[in-house]
């Protein structure tokens, strides 16, 4: 009868924490069946998993390289092409101000040019016009001359050659003597006297 079974067998002390033989014997048999079954399949397939997972997270950080090397390789150069476009810029404003400077250059001495075209141009009207006021004045003063000398002389002094005589050689002896006045008086002095 089992319960008798178990009286007799009646354990005490330290073996109550013991298991029985046969308990140790099951327990090793199962444990090694499954630990051939954890060696033989599991782990075989946990270790390709793990090296599978190993590969990507290599693969990730080689990636993860190569792109970080790609994004530094395209820094500098977009550091490179600032650098580039700073200078073209720089020789282009240079390029501008000697520009600039030329066309000012120019400009001035188109405008010292023109200038000059007016003043050489006003000094020769304004010649013009001193002959024709001088050839003027030599008419009026000739006309008035022939009829002064006419009321002095008593006869006539209308014929128009020995008019033109007289006044000619009236004018160059009044001609002659304010030239060494006006060579001494300056060029300044010698336009009132010729009128």
Same mark, same amino acid.
């Given at each position: 009868?089992?319960?008798?079974?178990?009286?007799?067998?009646?354990?005490?002390?330290?073996?109550?924490?013991?298991?029985?033989?046969?308990?140790?014997?099951?327990?090793?048999?199962?444990?090694?069946?499954?630990?051939?079954?954890?060696?033989?399949?599991?782990?075989?397939?946990?270790?390709?998993?793990?090296?599978?997972? &190993?590969?990507?997270?290599?693969?990730? %950080?080689?990636?993860? @390289?190569?792109? /970080?090397? !790609? +994004? *530094?390789?395209?820094? #500098?150069?977009?550091?490179?092409?600032?650098?580039?476009?700073?200078?073209?810029?720089?020789?282009?404003?240079?390029?501008?101000?000697?520009e600039?400077?030329?066309?000012?250059?120019?400009?001035?001495?188109? &405008?010292?040019?023109?200038?000059q075209? %007016?003043?050489?141009? @006003?000094h020769? /009207?304004? !010649? +013009? *016009?001193?002959?024709? #006021?001088?050839?003027?004045?030599?008419?009026?003063?000739?006309?008035l001359?022939?009829?002064?000398?006419?009321?002095?002389?008593?006869?006539?002094?209308?014929?128009?050659?020995?008019?033109?005589?007289?006044?000619?050689?009236?004018?160059?002896?009044?001609?002659?003597?304010? @030239?060494?006045?006006?060579?001494? +008086?300056?060029?300044?002095?010698?336009?009132?006297?010729?009128?």
């Amino acid at each position: 009868m089992p319960g008798t079974l178990l009286a007799d067998e009646a354990v005490s002390g330290i073996e109550v924490f013991l298991p029985a033989s046969y308990d140790i014997v099951g327990s090793l048999i199962v444990t090694a069946i499954l630990a051939f079954f954890f060696f033989k399949y599991l782990m075989p397939k946990m270790t390709a998993l793990l090296d599978e997972r &190993a590969a990507k997270i290599e693969g990730g %950080i080689e990636h993860a @390289a190569k792109v /970080q090397a !790609e +994004a *530094e390789a395209a820094k #500098a150069e977009r550091d490179a092409e600032l650098v580039a476009a700073r200078q073209e810029a720089a020789r282009i404003r240079e390029g501008a101000t000697g520009e600039g400077a030329e066309i000012v250059t120019e400009a001035k001495a188109k &405008a010292q040019t023109e200038a000059q075209r %007016i003043v050489e141009n @006003a000094h020769r /009207q304004i !010649e +013009a *016009e001193r002959q024709s #006021a001088v050839v003027s004045l030599r008419a009026d003063i000739g006309s008035l001359a022939t009829e002064l000398a006419s009321r002095i002389v008593g006869e006539s002094l209308a014929d128009d050659a020995r008019q033109s005589r007289l006044v000619d050689r009236f004018l160059d002896e009044l001609d002659a003597s304010t @030239a060494p006045t006006a060579a001494t +008086a300056g060029p300044t002095d010698q336009r009132p006297t010729e009128g």
